[in-house]
């Protein structure tokens, strides 16, 4: 056996591990009676958010294209007996968006959180970058988000009721990312619209905020992306945090600005990544 008593603490422990999948700083029931709409909320980062508002008792709405995500959401949601609901939608698409709204709140009731988190992306060099790749990529990340907020923010102009939207970023929207020339400037603009729309909709009752995730690493990671991140480890001696992101930790940074103690918090963009962008 190995005599560990006198082992040398490591030089760079690094950010310390979060608390356990399952747990949360808000009570239990902070989001009941509440319908969450989560767009790319069958994969990745959009399911691991999505799964947090439900754990808290959120009634949630995925909305995407493809049925193999909205199915995998869907499951991931019901194996833990959340109500949910997956609908097919394009954010690029005003009609689309539209016939989604209606029917999340035909299945529960209108949406009173819009989490955008639907997004693009694929590294190509600038140089090589056709206007058909720019333009999907700034449709779906830029216009897409702009397009739900904007539907969101109508009916509750038009009902006369509060909401709280969420516009999932990335901080090459303040350093730029080479090989992301367009998902970088799709960003930046998700950025400033955060900033605009929280002015623009404050009176209204509506509080817009950013959240901008870290290195998370998931397995529904395309393979391009998966490649350009490289080996990552648990424990990523590239970042200051000396470790990547685990999802719950978006998921809870996202219930706290949508919950009622972050009421007062509008045109803020939270960044959830260990100081990597510093
Ligand atoms: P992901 O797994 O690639 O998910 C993207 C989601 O967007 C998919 O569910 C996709 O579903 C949906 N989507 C794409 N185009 C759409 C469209 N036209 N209409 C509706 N839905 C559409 O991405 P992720 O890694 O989870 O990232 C989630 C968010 O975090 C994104 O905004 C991303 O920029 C941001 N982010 C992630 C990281 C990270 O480390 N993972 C880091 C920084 C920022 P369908 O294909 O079914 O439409």
Redesign the pocket.
């Known amino acids: 056996m190995t005599d560990t008593t006198n082992s040398p603490a490591p030089r760079y422990p690094g950010l310390p591990q979060p608390p356990a999948v399952g747990s949360s700083a808000l009570q239990p029931g902070t989001f009941d009676g509440v319908t969450v709409f989560v ?2 909320g ?5 399911k691991g958010i999505a799964l947090e508002f439900a754990r808290l008792g959120a009634n949630i709405v995925i ?4 049925p193999e ?2 199915d995998a959401g869907l499951e991931a949601l019901q194996s833990m007996g959340a109500p949910c609901v997956a609908v097919q ?4 698409d005003q009609d689309s968006i539209v016939a989604a709204f209606d029917e999340a709140t035909k299945a529960f009731a209108m949406p009173t959180v819009l989490i955008n ?5 694929f590294p190509v060099p600038a140089e090589d970058m056709s206007p058909n790749a720019w333009r999907t990529v700034v449709d ?1 990340t830029l216009t ?1 988000t702009f397009l739900c907020s904007r539907e969101f923010a109508r009916r509750h102009m038009a009902a006369g009721t509060p909401g709280s939207i969420i516009n ?3 901080s090459y929207a303040w350093t730029g990312g080479p090989g992301f020339a367009h998902s970088a400037a799709a ?1 930046a603009g998700v950025k400033n619209l955060v900033e605009t729309l929280a002015v623009e909709w404050g009176p209204y009752g509506i509080q817009v905020n950013g959240l ?7 397995e ?3 393979s391009d992306i998966k490649g350009n991140l490289g080996n990552l480890n648990d424990k990523d001696d590239r970042q200051p945090a000396m470790r990547v992101g685990q999802r719950q930790e978006l998921g809870w940074a996202a219930t706290f600005l949508a919950s009622p103690y972050a009421q007062f918090i509008s045109g803020h963009t939270l960044v959830v990544d260990g100081a990597n962008w510093q």
Do not use: E, Q, W, Y
């Open positions: 767009t790319g069958g994969t990745g980062l959009g909305a995407s294209r493809k995500h909205l939608c394009d954010i690029r988190n639907a997004a693009a992306n779906i897409g999932v970023g990335a960003k901008v995730p870290g290195l998370f690493p998931h529904d990671m395309t």
